[in-house]
């Protein structure tokens, strides 16, 4: 089982993100447990501690300000105990991420607080679905299907087969999906997709929805993504997606 802790002083985003991650876990049936969800650096290092043998994931508000613990600092006391389980880090300020490096604490992710909580969580759930998988614990992330209507029949198709999804120029609400050794049009908004779709999927571009998991390569420079070594299935990455895209891919 993995277990997560999350460490925030600001009450409303603590219980928002423990909220959302026990939400997911159980909609998701993952083998995880919601820990810790505290703003008392001391409490989670007395909680390692006494259980040094579980596997973690760390959610840590990087701004935190306690008398004896800044965020990074807990940061630091951890990877003392515990020194290879994953670290992200909650911010307000993206330029903190340079401090984190002098400090050598290698986290995992950083996730840039926002006033809109479903990029936050969704970011969460990326992470959450990679330690798990850093774990060996595949197995327990129950296989998740896009299901979709045409001429009046319920389909389905398993996610982890899917590429992209592109929406048709000119025509916003038909949308090309990819998949291996398959293409097929829906009529739904590229919207829609993502909202029905898991933390795997990304808006690389205004009109193209990726699935990282099947990501081969990234090319910054000609801004395109691929899903095969021939490089036969690409889409484009807009400007402004890609730093974001790097580092989800990284």
């Known amino acids: 089982m993995l277990k997560v802790i999350v460490v925030d002083d600001q ?17 998701e049936n993952l083998d995880v447990n919601l820990a810790l969800a505290t703003g008392d650096p001391q409490a989670v290092l007395t909680y390692v501690k006494k259980n040094p043998n579980d596997k973690y994931l760390f959610f840590l508000d990087i701004d935190l300000a306690t008398e ?8 630091s006391e951890l990877r003392k105990l515990l020194p290879y389980e994953a670290i992200v880090f909650l911010t307000s300020h993206e330029e903190l991420s340079l401090i984190v490096l002098e400090h050598r ?9 926002q006033s809109d909580f479903t990029k936050v969580m969704k970011a969460v759930k990326i992470d959450l ?13 129950n296989k998740s299907y896009f299901t979709y209507v045409k001429r009046g029949r319920h ?75 021939e490089q036969t299935i690409a889409c484009p990455v807009a400007t402004r997606r890609l730093r974001d895209l790097k580092r989800k891919l990284t």
């Open 11 to 27: 009450t409303e985003i603590l219980e928002q993100v423990a909220t959302g991650i026990e939400a997911y876990v159980k909609f």
């Open 129 to 141: 679905q990679r330690t798990l998988k850093l774990i060996g614990q595949e197995s327990k992330v």
């Open 155 to 229: 389909y389905r198709i398993a996610t982890t087969d899917i590429y992209y999804f592109e929406a048709m120029p000119g025509s916003p609400h038909l949308i090309s999906l990819y998949a291996n050794n398959k293409r097929l049009n829906i009529r739904r908004s590229l919207s829609q997709i993502e909202e029905q779709l898991d933390a795997d999927f990304y808006r690389c571009h205004r009109g193209y929805l990726i699935n990282l998991a099947r990501v081969v390569a990234l090319d910054p420079v000609e801004k395109m993504v691929y899903f095969d070594e």
């Open 68 to 75: 004896s613990y800044t965020g990074i600092d807990l940061a």
């Open 105 to 113: 604490v290698l986290p995992l992710d950083y996730i840039v607080k």
